[in-house]
């Protein structure tokens, strides 16, 4: 079926990790029906890491929410053993906080399980050429980008850099945080009680200091050092 192989002309591997039994075999039915080749599915995190191993999925589909190894333990586990492998999150949870630990764990893309049934084909489809899939609306085009840059190799001089990178102050951490977290900058001047226009401007001054160029390569920075977790 079109849509539905890979570059070589064979049929996209998919593996489905979900915990709810009914679910799991639905979603693995459906793929199966549109010309995916469904090569496994596991119910727990333990069971889903061995079998990736084993199966090596093109995608491997996945809830968070699995019992003995969370799903995104799985997810690093997985990209670390098979870094060809893709991983889609499919999950009930729309937490922006969710969505940034998938991502900073490995997964390509993140699908809410509200989805249609096309979408999720698409989905697979796409995930499975390395395009960023994210549910409209969810994490936006700002986590695309995250994942783009993020998996471009450092420059060489990327640590000496780093070393030499000037202190922030006090307030220009506490905005690059909630920046980090995905605050607008109007809910980022309420929290802080200060104006839009000083908001913008402490951004505009760590992107000078760090030598950034956007709030997208500010996010990933933030990100990389645990700011959105803190």
Known sequence: MSGTTGGTGTPIRVMVVDDHPM??????????????????????GDQAVRRAKAAAPD???????????????VCKEVVAAGPAVRVLVLSASGEHADVLEAVKSGATGYLLKSASTEELRDAVRRTATGDPVF?????????????????EPAGPAGGAEESRAPRLTERETEVLRLVAKGLSYKQIAERLVISHRTVQNHVQNTLGKLQL??????????????????
Do not use: C, M
């Open 213 to 230: 160029h956007n709030r997208v390569e500010l996010v990933r920075y933030a990100i990389e050092r645990g700011l959105d977790d803190a």
């Open 23 to 44: 679910w799991r075999d639905a979603v693995a039915r459906d793929l199966s029906e549109s010309g995916f080749e469904v090569v496994a599915t596991a119910g727990d």
């Open 135 to 151: 549910t409209p609306g969810l994490a936006g085009l700002v986590l695309g980008e995250y994942r783009r840059l993020a998996s």
């Open 59 to 73: 995608v491997l589909v996945l809830d968070l929410n699995l019992p003995g190894k969370p799903g995104v333990q």
